[in-house]
């Protein structure tokens, strides 16, 4: 936890795409409920330290596109096998991570942010996996704008799903209780990434986010042949 959250700390995304594998294999019982705790935790704290983010009404497009999405996740998630949604979509984020290193740029606009919106949660619900779609769009932005957003787009994320959670008695005083053993990586994590952003805000945020994105592709691909 704490080297995941580190790297969301620096980036913008990224901590669940690299502790949930790990975490379940210390302790299925911290996914997804004391993780996704500790994932509120961390944005907050990130909500606080960049108060530069985009604006809710920004924002607000991004989850008009995200709640459809998320339904349909959910309905395809129930449908489709899992290992054919991380094949395609592996294929989507590495075909997205393609297009914008090779200079197209998309503007965080009403439609983009929409259409990222929905396949956000779309994916989200599908693979566990949302950040990059509003990340790549966000990626020219000076880093602390782009954390910033990153951070107010999944706090809210992180606690929509939280609450489905606890909707559906999927999150209860036993998983609350076991929030507190990776709250403290999270803390320590946070305090960390204020050295790596330094280091990123010097023209590196864009690399970091293409990098991070193509990761999280080779992540899904992975699991769709394993």
Same mark, same amino acid.
């Given at each position: 936890?704490?080297? +995941?959250?580190?790297?969301?700390?620096?980036?913008?995304?990224?901590?669940?795409?690299?502790?949930?594998?790990?975490?379940?294999?210390?302790?299925?019982?911290? =996914?997804?409920?004391?993780? *996704? /705790?500790?994932?509120?935790?961390?944005?907050?704290?990130?909500?606080?330290?960049? #108060?530069?983010?985009?604006? %809710?009404?920004? *924002? &607000?497009?991004?989850?008009?596109? !995200?709640? #459809?999405?998320?339904?349909?996740?959910?309905? =395809?998630? =129930?449908?489709?096998?899992?290992? @054919?949604?991380? %094949?395609?979509?592996?294929?989507?984020?590495?075909?997205?991570?393609?297009?914008?290193?090779?200079?197209?740029?998309?503007?965080? !606009? /009403?439609?983009? *942010?929409?259409? +990222?919106?929905?396949?956000?949660?779309?994916?989200?619900?599908?693979?566990?996996?949302?950040?990059?779609?509003? +990340?790549? %769009?966000?990626?020219? @932005?000076?880093? &602390?704008?782009? @954390?910033?957003?990153?951070? !107010?787009? *999944?706090?809210?994320?992180?606690?929509?799903?939280?609450?489905?959670?606890? /909707?559906?008695?999927?999150?209860?005083?036993?998983?609350?209780?076991?929030?507190?053993?990776?709250?403290? $990586?999270?803390?320590? $994590?946070? &305090?960390?990434?204020?050295?790596?952003?330094?280091?990123?805000? @010097?023209?590196?945020?864009?690399? /970091?986010?293409?990098?991070?994105? +193509?990761?999280?592709?080779?992540?899904?691909?992975?699991?769709? =042949?394993?």
């Amino acid at each position: 936890m704490t080297v +995941a959250a580190s790297i969301q700390g620096a980036v913008g995304f990224g901590a669940n795409l690299l502790a949930a594998p790990l975490v379940a294999l210390v302790d299925p019982e911290l =996914v997804p409920g004391p993780l *996704l /705790a500790g994932a509120i935790v961390l944005t907050v704290l990130m909500t606080i330290r960049e #108060p530069e983010g985009a604006n %809710l009404r920004e *924002l &607000g497009w991004a989850y008009a596109g !995200r709640l #459809p999405g998320t339904l349909l996740g959910a309905i =395809v998630l =129930v449908s489709v096998p899992e290992d @054919r949604l991380q %094949l395609f979509f592996g294929l989507l984020i590495l075909a997205a991570v393609a297009i914008t290193a090779s200079g197209l740029h998309l503007e965080p !606009r /009403a439609p983009t *942010l929409a259409g +990222a919106g929905v396949l956000s949660g779309f994916m989200a619900t599908a693979v566990s996996i949302g950040g990059p779609p509003i +990340a790549l %769009l966000y990626q020219h @932005r000076p880093g &602390g704008i782009l @954390r910033g957003t990153l951070a !107010r787009y *999944l706090a809210i994320g992180s606690t929509i799903s939280l609450l489905t959670l606890i /909707a559906f008695g999927q999150f209860g005083v036993d998983d609350a209780v076991a929030s507190l053993a990776v709250i403290p $990586g999270v803390m320590i $994590g946070f &305090g960390a990434s204020r050295y790596m952003t330094a280091h990123l805000d @010097r023209g590196h945020t864009r690399t /970091a986010v293409l990098v991070l994105s +193509a990761v999280a592709a080779a992540t899904a691909l992975a699991k769709s =042949v394993l």
